[in-house]
C-alpha cells in the first residue's frame, strides 16, 4: 500500500508544489521589476486569477473522484461519461468565467482595495489574465483528471514543462522588452495553454475524448467539486482579507510583505494538498470498490507525510526568513516586517497538511457535506473573524497569526465533528442484520 501511495502521491505533491512556484516565480520577476509597488499590484489582483484557477480545480476534481469510483465499481462505461462530461464542463465554465470577469474586473480591483498607481498595474496584469482564462480553466482542471486515470507523472511532466515556460516567458517579457507586470501576465498565460495542450494529449493517448454533457453527471461533478473549488479558492479569500487588514495597521508596505509571505505559503499549501489529492484517488477507488480497511490504511500514512512535510517546510521557512524578502526585491524597512510575519505564519505548516488532507478524504468517500462544511467555514467565518479579531490585540503581528490560529481551529472543528458522528450512530443490537 505504501508504495502505491508513494507512487500517486509523490507526483502529486511535486505538480501542486509547481503549481504553486507560478506565483513565486511571478513574484520574483516583478519584484525585481517593480518593486514594492508592483508586488502590492499582484497580490491585490491575484483573487481574479485565483476564482478562475480555482474554477478549473473544482471542475477538474469533481469529474476526477467520478471517474475513480465509477473504476473502482468496474463500470468503465460511466467513467468514460464523467471524463467527456468534465472536459466539456471545463470547456464552458472557461468561456463563461472570461466573459463574466472582462465585464468586472476593473471594479474588482477596486473593492480589493487597489488605488492610485498601484491599481494602474493590477488592471494591466488583470486584464491579460482575464482574456486568458480558458487556458488556465483547462491547465489546471485536466490535471486531476490524469492523476485519476492513472497518469500521476504525466500530470507532473506537464506541470513541470508548463513552470519552465512561465519562467522563460517571464524573463524574455520583462527584462529584454521591459513589458513590467504585463510580461508576467503573459507568462501565466502561455504556461497554463502549454499544461492544457500536453494534458490533452496524454488524455488522447489513453482513451478517445469527445464532447459529452449530462445534467445528472455535470450535478454530481459540481457537487463533489465544490470542495475542491474552496479548497482552492480558501487562500485567495484568506488573501483579500488580510490584504485589507494589512491596509489599516500597516499600509501599502504591509500589503508588499504579505504578497512575499503569500509567495511563500500558497506553494507550501498547494504541496501540503497534494497529500490529500495525491492519496484521493486511491481512497475513491477503494471506497467505490467497498474496502474499508484500505481507505484506513491510507489515511493512517497520509497523516504520517503531512507531519515529515509540514515539520520540513516550518524549519525551512523559519531558517530562511531573513533573506528571502531581498530575493524578492523587498525595501529593506519591509523586509523586517517580513520577516517577523514569515515566522509566525510558518507556524501554521505544522498543521495545514492535516486540515488539508481531512477534506479530501471526506471528499473522497462521498461525504461531500461534511468537506463542504469544513472548506467554506475556513474561508468565510473562522479566518475572517480571527483577522478581525486577533490585530486589535496585536497590531500587524496579529495579522500574521491568523494563519496558524486558523489551522488550530479547524483541526478542532474536523475532530468535533468526527466525535459527534461517532456518538451519533447508533449502535446494532446483536443479532441484527446489517
Known amino acids: 500500500m505504501l508504495k ?109 482595495g487597489a488605488e492610485g498607481e498601484v491599481y494602474k498595474e493590477a488592471r494591466k496584469y488583470s486584464k491579460i489574465i482575464v482574456i486568458g482564462s480558458l487556458l488556465q480553466v483547462l491547465g489546471t482542471g485536466l490535471l486531476p483528471i490524469l492523476r485519476n486515470m492513472g497518469m500521476a507523472v504525466g500530470a507532473m511532466v506537464s506541470m513541470t514543462t508548463g513552470l519552465f515556460a512561465n519562467i522563460g516567458v ?111 484517488p486511491l481512497m475513491s477507488f477503494y471506497h467505490g470498490a467497498g474496502k474499508k480497511q484500505e481507505v484506513a490504511q491510507i489515511k493512517r500514512i497520509a497523516y504520517i507525510l503531512a507531519g515529515i512535510i509540514g515539520t520540513i517546510a516550518a524549519v525551512t521557512a523559519i531558517a530562511l526568513s531573513p533573506w528571502i524578502g531581498g530575493w524578492f526585491g523587498l525595501s529593506s524597512q519591509a523586509s523586517i516586517c517580513f520577516e517577523t510575519g514569515m515566522k509566525i505564519s510558518a507556524l501554521s505548516f505544522f498543521m495545514l497538511g492535516y486540515v488539508k488532507f481531512h477534506t479530501s478524504y471526506l471528499n473522497a468517500v462521498l461525504q461531500t457535506r461534511k468537506a463542504i462544511f469544513l472548506t467554506y467555514g475556513e474561508s468565510f467565518l473562522v479566518t475572517p473573524v480571527l483577522l478581525y479579531l486577533l490585530p486589535l490585540f496585536a497590531g500587524v503581528n496579529g495579522v500574521w497569526a491568523a494563519l496558524p490560529a486558523t489551522a488550530v481551529c479547524m483541526l478542532l472543528l474536523y475532530e468535533a465533528g468526527r466525535q459527534y458522528g461517532m456518538k451519533s450512530t447508533p449502535r446494532k443490537k446483536k443479532g441484527t442484520k446489517e
Not at 468514460?80 to 470547456?91: C, E, I, P, Q, R
Not at 468586472?104 to 477596486?110: E, I, N, S, V
Not at 488522447?204 to 445528472?216: A, S, V
Request: hydrophobic share 45%; aromatic share 8%; net charge positive.
Open 4 to 112: 502505491k501511495i508513494l507512487r500517486d502521491s509523490l507526483p502529486t505533491i511535486i505538480s501542486l508544489t509547481l503549481s504553486g512556484m507560478y506565483s513565486v516565480v511571478d513574484g520574483i520577476f516583478i519584484g525585481k521589476a517593480t518593486g514594492d509597488t508592483g508586488l502590492a499590484a499582484i497580490n491585490l489582483a491575484w483573487p481574479i486569477t485565483a476564482v478562475i484557477t480555482a474554477l478549473g480545480i473544482g471542475i477538474g476534481t469533481g469529474g476526477s473522484v467520478l471517474i475513480s469510483h465509477y473504476r473502482g465499481k468496474q463500470d468503465t462505461e460511466k467513467g468514460k461519461k464523467a471524463s467527456d462530461n468534465t472536459l466539456t464542463l471545463l470547456v464552458l465554465a472557461g468561456i463563461g468565467i472570461t466573459i463574466l470577469l472582462f465585464l468586472c474586473y476593473p471594479g474588482l480591483l477596486h473593492i480589493l
Open 170 to 280: 517571464n524573463y524574455y517579457l520583462m527584462f529584454e522588452k521591459n513589458m513590467g507586470i504585463s510580461g508576467a501576465a503573459y507568462g501565466t498565460v502561455a504556461a497554463q495553454g502549454i499544461v492544457a495542450c500536453i494534458s490533452m494529449i496524454l488524455m488522447c493517448r489513453r482513451q478517445r475524448i469527445g464532447g459529452y454533457l449530462n445534467k445528472e453527471l455535470s450535478k454530481h461533478t459540481v457537487k463533489t467539486g465544490i470542495t475542491a473549488f474552496g479548497m482552492s479558492i480558501a487562500p485567495s479569500v484568506t488573501l483579500i482579507f488580510t490584504n485589507w487588514q494589512c491596509l489599516v495597521y500597516g499600509g501599502e508596505e504591509a500589503v508588499a510583505c504579505y504578497a512575499v509571505i503569500s509567495y511563500i505559503t500558497f506553494p507550501v499549501q498547494y504541496m501540503l494538498s497534494g497529500i490529500g489529492d495525491g492519496t484521493q
